[in-house]
DNA sequence: TAGGCCATCTGGTCCT
DNA sequence: AGGACCAGATGGCCTA
């Protein structure tokens, strides 16, 4: 529901193996017979279940293999190799438990020749099991690795709430946005365009992420929605623009007044939203947005322009209070004394507690106390 | 009920 | 050889 297509050229690959088979084209399933570990083919055995069709076991590692036909698109349980066959009682075991290749499939077609089948003695077959059930234990906890980090990432992307996650794609898509936007304002070396910046940070995002960004930023969603060309339109009213954000304009050390004025009479654009802060910055939005807003620039390479040969410092304080609200605001913060912007500062504020981010960038000859702080 | 999202299982490939 | 990584497949849960 979250996620729409995104910008990505092309989802559909050519997969590498032929694992998609086409849905259609596999035979019926039982109910659910879709995990289960099949090991054996014997269709004599009575009681155990019918091999799984899609997910039995294909054990066809005998590089002597190499170059054959494929046994059977599907993966059925075809076991031709044992590193450990050199034990002769096991051998003879095996030897009893061959079976002759089965002649005709289900449809009546003669099988595919290839190497006799053998069947598991007992003791491969738990050792197989043991494998595979390790490697499913191995692959949740990758997974589960895969997904911490992706709440981590979640808590430090501009909006965060416990009660309703971003999705993983759009927490990936709101991280690279953020990236984006901070990057901007770094690269621009001045105070950063708060209404861009939002936009910046909802473009390409989901209707009801970009309504979630927009919630926690208390600002109106429809403000800076963009268009199917990811072209950012401002239907209407400018109106509301003024009660986007509870600008702190003591916090930029500037009158309130002033940079809203610029907001609520300029009509902003998104190539044209330059805040004058006082006027002494030079527009900076000459490229935009992380999703190819610069045609033949990026040639559809997503990267933010981090340049200025800096670092990024960013400083979260009180993790903790993070969520408990879910109403968050985003100000910036000048630095009194800090003309030259070389330091920006940027909240995320909620009502009990606020959380202070802070973007240190470190050029020539600059060194910031993001460098004696520990990371 | 359809669609989105997610967890899990699975097997192929790559890497050490 | 074994683990990591990856992607396909599937079912469960949730929501509009």
Redesign the pocket.
Known sequence: ???LPYEEPDMT?E???G???P?GS?PD?EP?P????NVTSDPEREGEEEPDP????????NPEREGEEEPDPI?SLDITSD?EEGDISEREDEEEEREDDIQQDENGHPRKRGPRRKKLTKGRQERVTVR?H???A???S???GL?DALESLRKVVPCYSKTQKL????TLRLAKNYIWALSETLSAGKKPDLLGFVQTLCKGL?QPTTNLVAGCLQLKARSFLTDHNGEVTYPGSTAHYDNMYPYPGADLGTAPGQACSTLVSGKPSYHSRHYSYGGQYEPYYDHTSPEGGREGHLGGQISPPLNFNGIFSLKHDEPEEYGKSGHYGMRYNSVPGHGSLSSASMYRVSPEGRLHYELHLRSAGQTHKAETQSQ
């Open positions: 529901m979250l996620t690959y997969p590498r193996f694992a998609n088979y849905r596999l399933l659910n879709i995990h289960s570990l899609i997910h039995s076991l294909d054990i066809t590692s993966h590193p595979r390790e490697a499913n191995r692959e949740r990758r997974m589960h997904n999705s993983k794609i759009e989901s």
